[in-house]
């Protein structure tokens, strides 16, 4: 048991929700005035490759019952093959699991009490504005919920999530896959992961007892970040360590076991009715010819560093996570260990994938659900005491928040692929910056 009560003023809950409100309204807006201007059979609007893949349960099964009857026959070609619609067998396929569509259900229920239930195929405007909307207000949620946590395990002062916020909301990939591919599964993710955290630090490591409600919403959240991508499994194992390290005695209790099993089932039911349905069997691997290639050779280097979609030239904020690391791990050892293990098999198996750029895209974009874990070093940095400390984040942070700014500009006029003549074309992605830093 680790009980934990901050010492340090924190903000009021009225200020924090007033100004989570007003950045709401101003980047759900600032979304929409952006995407309005994309055709929606342009290959950069939402809801099309990917986007489709996730969002076609909503009107595929509200609609159509997964059934390829009634479906209008050019949806396949405006939505760039995002499904499959199998006329023969009468199913519609898709390869990507029910997760994303069960945190728009929301919105598209939004969108269709303005354009009328099932008067259109799901994929108008109005939907589309609706998506983007929910991923804004999912990646404002993350952050606060992110903060919360943090402040709960490390108490800190209140300017310490306003510096941290904008590290991680512009200083990753994360605020691209919020404003400019709303559709994609990664914010989503990065929800839940800062859900799943939140609760972790308040309902079990500062819980006097652990209750079964505590678990029941642990368990869900959990078994939603593995449903909507399922290598992320490994977050929750971290979880499991980080138990083991600081509550062991609760994972010999049979009811933690038992509640996790059955939040598992129950949340991906959904997910294990449609396998059964489309291919007869309740596990299936819907990846075709995708597969992880490279496990005996993984582009570990390309992946983390390269000009076409590496994760640290896109995250200017991660750069102060060895300093981080080293402040955690005065204080909490076993959580840099396992914060450093989770993201190293992460790394690994994101590179042995066949395609270790993941297609278009800005960033590595499989790591921005990892942002809420990552995060606790970089916060332990900010708090960290003494006139040392102050001085180093006095002489970094205004060149940090300098790379922000560019890496944010460089989200917004990105063109959604890297175009350079190989991975490694640093003129290519040093032309993007000057755009970017010069307007």
């Known amino acids: 048991m680790n ?3 901050p010492q340090l003023n924190t903000w009021h809950p009225w200020s924090v929700t007033l100004v989570a409100l007003f950045f709401a309204v101003f980047w759900i807006s600032s979304s929409w005035n952006h995407h309005a201007k994309i055709p929606g059979n342009d290959w950069r609007s939402d809801l099309r490759v990917d986007g489709a ?25 405006r939505t760039a093959d995002g499904f499959i619609v199998h006329y023969a067998r009468d199913r519609i396929i898709t390869k990507y699991t029910c997760g994303v569509a069960l945190l728009e259900l929301p919105f598209y229920l939004i969108a269709e009490s303005i354009v009328g239930w099932g008067a259109t195929d799901g994929f108008t405007d109005t939907h589309r504005r609706a998506v983007e909307a929910g991923a804004i207000l999912y990646w404002i949620i993350g952050l606060l919920l992110t903060a919360l946590a943090l402040q709960r395990l490390l108490p800190a002062p209140p300017w310490v999530p306003v510096v941290l916020l904008p590290l991680i909301a512009f200083g990753s990939s994360l605020f691209y896959y919020a404003f400019r591919a709303a559709d994609f599964s990664h914010v989503y993710s990065f929800a839940m992961v800062a859900l799943a955290l939140y609760l972790f630090v308040t309902r079990i490591l500062d819980a006097e007892a652990v209750r079964p409600p505590s678990l029941f919403g642990f368990g869900i959240t959990c ?24 509550r062991p005695a609760l994972l ?54 390269a000009a076409e979609n590496g994760w640290l030239p896109y995250a200017p904020a991660m750069l102060l996570l060895p300093a981080g690391s080293f402040v955690l791990w005065k204080q909490r050892p076993h959580v840099v260990i396992i914060l450093f293990a989770v993201l190293a098999f992460t790394v690994y198996l994101c590179s042995a994938w066949h395609m270790w750029n993941f297609g278009c895209g800005f960033g590595s974009r499989p790591l921005v659900q990892y942002l809420p874990l990552l995060a606790i070093p970089i916060w332990a940095w900010l708090r960290s005491p003494g006139p040392t400390a102050k001085l180093w984040r006095a002489a970094l942070l205004p060149l940090l928040f300098l790379l922000v700014f560019v890496n944010y500009r460089l989200a917004l006029q990105y063109d959604g692929c890297f175009f350079g003549k190989d991975p490694w074309d640093w003129d290519y992605f040093g032309r993007g910056i000057a755009h970017a830093f010069l307007g």
């Open 3 to 5: 009980l934990r009560q």
């Open 53 to 77: 893949g996730y969002y076609i349960y909503l009107p595929g099964m509200f609609h159509y019952g997964m059934r390829a009857k009634g479906l209008p026959l050019d949806l396949t070609e």
């Open 252 to 305: 010999r209790r049979p009811a933690f076991w038992g509640i996790m099993a059955f939040t598992a089932l129950v949340v991906w039911s959904p997910q294990l009715a449609y396998w059964r349905f489309v291919h007869g069997r309740w596990l299936a691997v819907s990846y075709d010819n995708e597969a992880f290639t490279n496990l005996l050779s993984p582009h570990v280097l390309k992946f983390l560093f």
């Open 223 to 246: 078994a939603l970040i593995v449903l909507i991508r399922p290598t992320d499994a490994v977050i929750v194992l971290g979880f499991i360590a980080w138990i083991m390290a600081e």
